[in-house]
């Protein structure tokens, strides 16, 4: 809605340039004001225009207010020294606003790009823990903002089959004698695997000597023959990967395609990479076969096989990254910042491959203050312990606000507290961030997710408390010909009409953080309305309720793109 405004400006100045005989920018800035008393949007197009012109801005702003015709969605146009600001009328654009807001409201046209965006991609060893908790949230959150942004997108997690890691797991099966299940009976299997998993790692302190036979079970897994092995191994990861996704439906996290890092050896993907990367001219061979790039600028070769010409998780990187960028008109990975080295030395490789290079978010780590919750498993905080604690913490804090609820209710209300807690938290701080997680202020009911899901419940109860079936045919909704908006209304009108931009931006600029902030301005906006202005029983009652109601949808529509649930009752 808010691109409307900009346009009919737009317009308007690029009209009067011409007027005047004045050059036109190829881009003329727009920028909202600090300050709604300034305008709803300012131009600084006479700073832009000065040096060419020869003209001081405030001449060239005087200039352009004599011949500029004001659009009937603008109530005015004033000068603030050299700015150009235009305010709004709220008394038609309001109308706009409120019969543009559907059920989709927030999605845009589809766009001809496809997308392949690859996140989580945790070894399956063992649980999802903390580290990897930030990495989801961003990658699952983000594919939501771009299909909404009119991208087809297609989420992947890169499954690590052939790792070392998996080797000792699968070692740890064979030789250990016990059955999965014995390594923490009711357990989910993914705890399971990761109990397992450290007692190899605690059998290769005691003897390193074990390490050759879990090389000889990568090498027999890699070549391919032994199916009973093949069988372990995908029994192995199976478990892990099974245990895996139900952390990650609990965390309202989706993966639409898994794919198996061993299909590119299985598959001959690996050697033709190695063979094109050799035709290249810039491998060398010292023990290993390695990609020499010290000419791109970059000290730290790339190795392609290991002494034993088996191949590296670099090697399979490289082709699964082929394998994307043929099928993807945009391949994007959500990475920790310790991977940047390793994506400079893919991008290079990429080049020589002519495959397109990933567009990589790197995100900083998530830890917790020393002390906020224990560590029951011993060696990691896992995702499933920290959404146990969240959940728990708000159930708490549910049961001191509503006595009136039963257990059901206080449990599935603190569910959904719980979760949107954690995404939030970590989607409302840009990836650059380092974040300490403080529950105090995840779990806060005024200034946390929980406020923005409160301000969504006080919507669903008045529209209930109201008894109005909203018409969904916009043709047909009737707004009072004699409403007059106060200031609070006009703000939350204002925050209700910038959603598809912020939607836009945050596909643009390929970052959350922004829509997170959105959603807490505009149940801030929402809680400054319901507490002020009288909505059941005034006189502007059905336009009041159908204000509601577009909020209510605005709110819900936010916390889905963040994946966090919408609650009708708090």
């Known amino acids: 809605m808010f691109t409307l405004i ?13 007027k005047l005989n004045y050059p036109v920018p190829e881009e003329i800035k727009l920028e909202i004001p600090p300050n709604p008393q300034m305008g709803d949007l300012a131009t600084t197009i006479s700073f832009q225009l000065a040096k060419e012109l020869k003209k001081s801005p405030m001449e060239i702003t005087e200039n352009l207010l004599k011949v500029l015709e004001i659009p009937e969605i603008f109530s005015g146009v004033q000068s603030k020294g050299p700015y150009i600001n235009f305010y709004v009328n709220y008394q038609s654009f309001s109308r706009m606003v409120l019969e543009g807001i559907d059920k989709n409201y927030g999605e845009l046209q589809p766009l001809s790009k496809k997308v392949i965006l690859e996140h989580t991609s945790a070894n399956p060893n063992g649980p999802l823990h903390i580290g990897h908790v930030r990495n989801a949230i961003i990658g699952d959150s983000l594919a939501r903002v771009l299909k909404s942004a009119g991208y087809n997108v297609e989420t992947q997690y890169y499954v690590n089959d052939m790792g070392r890691q998996i080797a000792m797991v699968v070692w740890g099966i064979l030789n250990l004698g016990k059955k999965l299940k014995d390594y923490g009976k ?51 990861v199976d478990n892990c990967l099974e245990g895996m996704e ?10 639409d395609n898994f794919v198996w890092e061993g299909k590119f050896v299985r598959n001959g993907a690996v050697w033709e990479v ?9 491998t060398k061979t010292n023990e290993v076969l390695y990609l020499d790039l010290e000419e791109f600028g970059i000290e730290k070769e790339l190795v392609l096989t ?46 020589l491959l002519g495959g397109k290079s990933p567009e990589v978010i790197f995100y900083e780590f998530i830890t917790l203050p020393e002390g906020s919750m224990s560590t029951r498993r011993g060696v990691f905080i896992s995702v499933d312990d920290l959404m146990d604690e969240s959940i728990n913490r708000a159930l708490k804090e549910i049961k001191s606000r509503r006595s009136d609820l039963t257990e059901e209710e206080s449990q599935k209300i603190a569910k959904e507290i719980g979760i949107g807690a954690i995404r939030y938290y970590i989607a409302k ?68 009409s ?39 029983g005034s006189d502007y009652e059905k336009t009041r309720l159908i204000l509601v109601d577009r909020s209510k949808i605005t709110i819900r529509n936010c916390l889905e793109l963040l994946g966090v649930s919408a609650p009708e009752s708090m």
């Open 6 to 18: 900009e346009k009919k400006a737009l317009k308007s100045l690029k009209t009067a340039l011409l």
């Open 186 to 236: 009711g357990e989910k299997k993914d705890h399971q695997i990761g109990k397992l998993y450290f007692q190899v790692n605690e059998k290769l302190k005691e003897n390193p000597e074990l390490k050759e036979e879990i090389n000889e079970l990568i090498r027999k897994y890699e070549g391919g023959k032994d199916e009973k092995l093949n069988a372990t191994f995908k029994i192995a």
């Open 246 to 255: 139900v952390t990650m439906n609990q965390l309202h996290v989706h993966h």
């Open 274 to 282: 190695v063979e094109k990367l050799k035709e290249s001219g810039h």
């Open 306 to 351: 290991r002494s034993d010409g088996t191949s590296l998780y670099s090697t399979r990187d490289l082709a699964y990254h082929l394998e994307k960028s043929e099928k993807g008109d945009m391949v994007l990975d959500i990475l920790g910042s310790d991977h940047k080295l390793a994506i400079d030395q893919i991008k290079i490789a990429m080049g």
């Open 429 to 496: 701080l840009s990836p650059e961030k380092h974040i300490v997680f403080k529950w105090d202020e995840a779990l806060s009911f005024e200034r946390g997710c929980a406020s923005i899901q409160y301000a969504h419940a006080r919507a669903c109860k008045l529209m209930e408390k109201s008894g109005l079936i909203i018409d969904r045919n916009m043709k047909k909704m009737k707004l009072d010909e004699n409403w007059v908006l106060d200031d609070v209304e006009i703000d939350l009108i204002r925050t209700l």
């Open 498 to 536: 910038k959603f598809p931009n912020v939607v836009d931006e945050s596909a643009r600029i390929r970052r959350v953080h922004n829509l997170a902030q959105y959603a807490q301005d505009l149940a801030n906006a929402f809680n400054k309305f319901y507490k002020s202005t009288p909505v059941i």
